[in-house]
């Protein structure tokens, strides 16, 4: 049977669930999992909490351990996470505890970048560390590995890379394709239907995600590499879901650059091989970076908030007030510190409009009642004013505190649900250093357990709301099984009736909802926010580029950004995709935005929301799939499969037209079919 590595995700950010990675270390037939809970925010959050002598690692490390460990231990998987945060060394001896306390033997790797040779005048320093230093703790044995600062994709390439014993130096097609596998599995269930399901455009609804699957992947020693879900469970795993986690933050798709490689994810494809399973090829490289990112992080201020809500008629008005009254008073106290505020109506302007612009009072307070069934005066029914603000010294976040509780005496009628708080903030800035000058420290702690009692096998898993339709699936056909690395036998079922979904017809031409014609995600690096745009339809694509434009992006987004923010337009012709990147567009970046929205998550929304003057599409791009045949048979395909030089195995596969040469090359390799004409 065929080799593969099975890599799991079993986290894609601090707050993740627990029991979907419970799910999937013990019914995944996994060789690794990983948990990806590291971000830029929470790096600094663990990083303020180290000086002020709290716990440098993921507080969250005891609850994944306890759960995960006992499962990884019984069915031999190795668990690779950078929940060590600042402090992986301490992150490695709690682990040991919580171990020895399971009566789990276990070989612990920690590893920690090594004081710079030129470290900050002040602030912290932290480097992100690629796939050598995971690898150099699997090669002594580790079964569980708790880093730091690691690249995202780098977490999962190590383990591929050290099974096959791929090199980091030469093997860069090899290496683009692992890191292909690591992007799209490192944030977790975005890959299998997870912020997906949207009432416009896409057929998902909300129920499918409560047992939604953690995604894995298998990939073999030649970079062949195929992305799973848990059969049975909920959500989605398909080709548009996939490129919506491919353009994901990686800004140019053509050099998306981590530790180990500078890859080129345009000419991506994805073919659907299954319900649960689904392959990935076309990820290339070349070289790999000559020089690392490192983070330094400083102290940026104080950072203020408060809230109060108003209700009823006139309730914009009174909130507009209160504003007024309380900049007002913060400027009696401490001139020119509005100006370091932000000022907003929550389900108003918020997230998309100019922050302290508020809607203008009803015009006509005697209308008769609109459509929503409140009367037109009353519209809003209410408003919540909440009040941002970085400040430089501590005395002015907290005034900001005490002026807006002081509303309660002083104020408008009727302000209620006043909320408060300040804490510290800290930025960080992005340098670049030689590579050769970043080094690590690989530390192994062993723990010693106790005989373990039998275990009773436990029972496959199935979705509490949404049974599994077991006869269906148990008579349907295998893709070819392989062989995991712990010698553990997979295989993809392919249900009878299924058939890999086409897309829609193209748009129509004219005056069109962008929510009717692609589907979006948006995220952060720093002060960037990358936006993709996918059509439904791939024959779209270039109809799209002639609307999203850098200028039509900026005038999209005008409210946001400053004069002197630019806007990049990337294509991505293989998987027809287009890529958006706005800076600066986030005040600043995660760290320090005074926005309700720091990471820009809704941004995608208000590029769909535009309506845009679509052209006709080209007569020279036809619909995917090709053109239905007139006439064939069985023995055609084949005949055309085998003069191609392709395998061809028996199959139950049937479609509704004859689909064209192209098409049969993009499938034959991993499924096998027979046609009706």
């Known amino acids: 049977m065929r080799p593969v590595v099975r890599v799991g995700c079993g986290a894609g950010f601090q707050g993740d669930r627990v029991a979907p990675a419970v799910e999937l270390l013990r019914h995944g037939k996994l060789d690794y999992l990983v948990l990806e809970c590291l971000a830029e925010r929470t790096l600094v959050d663990s ?126 097609g090899l290496i683009a394709q692992a890191t292909l596998a690591g992007h799209l599995l490192e944030c977790g269930c975005h890959l299998t239907g997870g912020y997906f399901a949207h009432p416009l455009g896409r057929n998902l609804g909300y129920k499918s995600l409560a047992t939604l699957s953690l995604p894995f992947c ?84 104080v950072k203020g908030w408060a809230e109060v809500s108003y209700g009823g008629r006139g309730c914009v008005e009174r909130a507009h007030w209160a504003a007024q ?173 299924w058939q890999p979904p086409l897309p829609p017809p193209p748009a129509p031409s004219g005056r069109v909802l962008m929510y009717n014609v692609a589907h979006s995600r948006s995220g952060d690096k720093s002060d960037t926010c990358n936006v993709s745009v996918i059509p439904y339809n791939p024959a779209d694509l270039n109809r799209l580029l002639r609307v999203v434009t850098p200028e039509w992006v900026l005038s999209v987004y005008k409210p946001l950004v400053r004069g002197d923010a630019q806007a990049r337009v990337y294509v991505l012709p293989g998987p027809a995709i287009i890529n958006v990147t706005i800076s600066p567009a986030l005040d600043g970046g995660v760290s320090v935005s005074r926005r309700i929205d720091r990471h820009g998550k809704t941004l995608s929304d208000l590029i769909l929301n535009q309506y845009v003057h679509l052209p006709p599409p080209d007569e020279s791009i036809q619909r995917m799939g090709g053109p239905t045949a007139q006439s064939s048979c069985m023995d055609d395909v084949i005949t055309k499969l085998r003069s191609a030089g392709l395998p061809v195995v028996d199959s139950h596969f049937t479609q509704k037209r004859i689909p064209t040469l192209d098409e049969l090359q993009k499938y034959s390799s991993v499924l096998v079919y027979s046609y009706n004409s």
């Open 218 to 301: 298998d990939i073999d020693s030649s970079g062949h590499l195929t992305l799973c879900k848990l059969e049975g469970s909920g959500g989605e795993l398909s080709e548009r879901t996939c490129k919506q986690q491919l353009a994901y933050e990686i800004h140019d798709p053509t050099c998306y650059i981590t530790p180990d490689i500078m890859v080129d994810f345009s000419k991506v494809t994805f073919t659907p091989i299954s319900p649960h399973a689904i392959r990935a090829q076309g990820a290339t490289a070349t070289a790999r970076p000559k020089t690392l990112l490192r983070l330094v992080a400083k102290t940026a201020g």
């Open 47 to 172: 990083i303020e909490r180290m000086r002020t002598g709290g716990k440098g690692s993921d507080v969250r490390l005891n609850e994944w351990m306890t759960a995960l460990l006992p499962i990884a231990h019984a069915n031999n998987v190795c668990i690779i996470t950078n929940m060590g945060a600042a402090d992986p060394e301490g992150a490695g001896k709690e682990a040991s505890v919580i171990a020895s306390s399971l009566g789990i033997p276990l070989r612990i790797a920690t590893i920690m970048e090594t004081e710079p040779k030129h470290p900050p005048e002040d602030g912290v320093a932290c480097t992100y560390l690629g796939a050598d230093a995971i690898i150099d703790a699997l090669k002594e044995g580790a079964q569980l590995v708790i880093a730091g600062r690691v690249a995202d994709p780098s977490l999962f390439v190590a383990p591929i890379a050290y099974t096959f014993g791929w090199d980091l130096k030469r093997d860069f």
């Open 325 to 497: 009254l309380v900049k007002q008073w913060m400027n009696d106290q401490h001139p020119g510190v509005v100006d370091r505020m932000m000022v907003y109506l929550v389900g108003h302007n918020s997230l998309y409009l100019t922050p302290g612009v508020f809607p203008p009072p009803p015009s006509k307070p005697d209308q008769p009642p609109c459509s929503c069934g409140h009367d037109a005066a009353m519209w809003p029914p209410e408003a919540r004013l909440r009040f941002d603000g970085l400040f430089a010294r501590k005395e002015e976040a907290e005034a900001l505190c005490l002026d807006i509780q002081a509303l309660v005496l002083s104020g408008p009628a009727g302000g209620g649900g006043f909320n408060f708080g300040t804490r510290m903030d800290v930025s960080i800035t992005k340098h670049f250093v030689e590579r050769e000058t970043v080094k690590w420290r690989c530390m192994m702690i062993k723990t010693v357990g106790i005989k373990e009692k039998s275990r009773n096998k436990t029972p496959v898993w199935r979705p509490p709301s949404l049974p599994i339709n077991i006869p269906s699936l148990l008579t349907d056909t295998s893709i070819p099984a392989a062989e995991t690395r712990g010698g553990k036998t997979v295989s993809y079922r392919v249900p009878r009736d």
